[in-house]
């Protein structure tokens, strides 16, 4: 990969001038362009202007900035709405959850997709090969609203099926979703149940470009199956393992607002409560229109930087970054 | 030709069983609501139901299925995942395409310009406020502008055209074709692959997506998408009210309606997406290799 990558920029561009000959075969080209550059600057560079609202106080209906800076009681302090984030107890748990949960969904949905590449890889019918992979995306064709529902109505404690079963065969309830500790793993279940399956397509690709020779070699040699899974296949998709191990890194601060808050209930409040839904709850229902421009600030610089981290780091292995 | 040994034979039936087993796990959520939207009350209320309908009847469907808010629901995200599908496949193209061009001048900072935007988001706030603005907010456009074009998908369909041969480009530039054409008579007809596997993203995350009508939509509730309404009805919210409506009250029902519901939504997806695998897998696939 890294070495196509190579050569791909080394296609030296034509040294053509910027006159008429360029400019009648080229307008059509940035004719096509127009469209897109003017959406991302609409809606992906204009709201950055609103960023500075981390440091200002927000007015409803007054000019951006007309809005004066922040202040104590008169005096201006530019951080104030970084400070009280970071005194607020609210944001700080917000803060932990969405690493503890980014965190946890990496060590256990990270492995998932692997181990079932390497399984399916094993299987010798390629009709039940296929089937068993149609089967396995279907979990990431699903919405959060429903696999928040389909959750519950397996993991309940009073009609969950899951604990239906469990009373009937004797056991004891088991509560899923009501305790803190035992949320965060029905919660990281959901998400591997979810992801493993479509994760496992790139895996697959890369096992699909190892060299066959290498396998048939390996069998005159007399190696056995599990020989062969650990010193040819894994082998052969490190690289795409290291690649994609190193980005997710990168997105550690990241998070989706839809998983999280279809997945919520009251009782867990303590461990559901992400930045993503804390800023939604603070700012878009309640208003506090600063507070939440400086945390979702704090949240996309320290993002951008782990990201950045993630692809140098990706780049100086001699893999490809994600630019 | 080899003849496999007894132990690797048995090799193979573990891995199948192991994959079968797999296979389960993924399907009986589904199973089991299917089979719940299935089944009569009585047995519901008793926590009978596990993977066949018991009591079988229709009854959950037909109220589903009449009820003028799903069918309105169900229309009006249909149409807006439509609408987003095609527009979010011409804006990736026009977007994707003069950027295979090594000659188009201004070309890397058009590049830093599009990748700035993938490392780099302004945030929640500020983009809800920029929707104010822009009086987007409780406005139906809010649903289809804003997420018109994922640069992600983008670089997977700049990845495909990269991959058809620049010979045809050139004979056709040769032959007196504009880049426009060249785009419409040779890259559009050649890349049906990767605008199937996108269409399917875009689909996807239209018809599934709530966020953004959740932050951006409160009022016009005829703009709710079928994902918001039935996070709504899942979750009472306004339990008095939808309850009375739907016969939420009587447990037995509750559950078979509400499983019907989510059938109602699920259905579709899962009925297209396996035959699009083909095109997804080589999506997937492309977006990891890149140019």
Known sequence: MAK????????????????????????????????????????KYVPMRYIILAFKEYKLNMPLRDMPWANVKGQTDYFKYFKMAFK????????????????????????????????????RFSKFK?????????????????????VTTLFATSDGLVNNIITRLGGEEFSFLSIPSHWVGTYIGAGVWQSFGWGSIIYLAAIAGINTE?????????????????????????????????????????GGFERPWAMKNNLVIEACEVISTFVYKNGIQQLKISLTTAVGLFQSVVGLFFLLTANTISRKLGERGIW | MKIRSASSKIGDWIFVLICVIISIICVVPMVNLAAKSLSGTEYLIRHDVFLWPKGFNLEAYQTVLSDPKYQRAFVWTALLTFVCTI??????????????????????AINIFITITMFFNAGTIPNYLLMNDLKLLENPLVLIIPSCLSIYNMIIMRSFFYGIPDSLRESAEIDGASFFQILIKIYVPLSKPVFASLALFYAVGRWNGYGDAL??????????????????????????????????????????LKSATVMFATVPILLIYPWLQRYFIAGVTMGAVKE
């Open chain 1, 214 to 254: 290498l396998y048939e070699a390996a069998s005159v040699d007399g190696a056995g199956r599990f020989k062969k899974m650990w010193h040819i296949t894994l082998p052969g998709i490190k690289p795409t393992i290291v690649v994609l191990l190193i980005m997710n890194l990168g997105y550690i601060m990241g």
């Open chain 2, 215 to 256: 932050m951006y939509i409160k009022v016009n509730k005829q703009y709710f998408p079928l994902q918001l309404l039935l996070y709504n009805i899942l979750n009472n919210t306004n339990a008095v009210e939808v309850a009375a409506q739907e016969g939420f009250m009587q447990p037995g029902l509750k559950d078979s």
């Open chain 2, 87 to 108: 527009l979010s496949l011409t804006m990736t193209a026009l977007c994707a395409y003069p950027l295979i061009f090594p000659g188009l001048k201004g070309r890397r």
């Open chain 1, 130 to 150: 296929k089937v068993v992979q149609t089967i396995a995306y279907m979990p990431h064709f699903l919405s959060w609203v429903i696999i928040a529902n389909l």
């Open chain 1, 4 to 43: 196509e990558k190579v050569n791909k920029t080394k296609v030296v561009a034509p040294k053509t001038k910027f006159n008429k000959t360029y400019i009648k075969r080229y307008w059509q080209l940035y004719a096509l362009l127009l469209l897109p550059l003017v959406y991302l600057l609409i809606f």
């Open chain 1, 88 to 123: 607020n107890p609210d944001f700080l748990r917000a803060l932990r959850n969405t690493v503890k949960l980014n965190l946890m969904d990496l060590v256990m949905g990270f492995p998932a997709p692997i181990i079932f590449a390497l399984i399916l890889n094993e299987l």
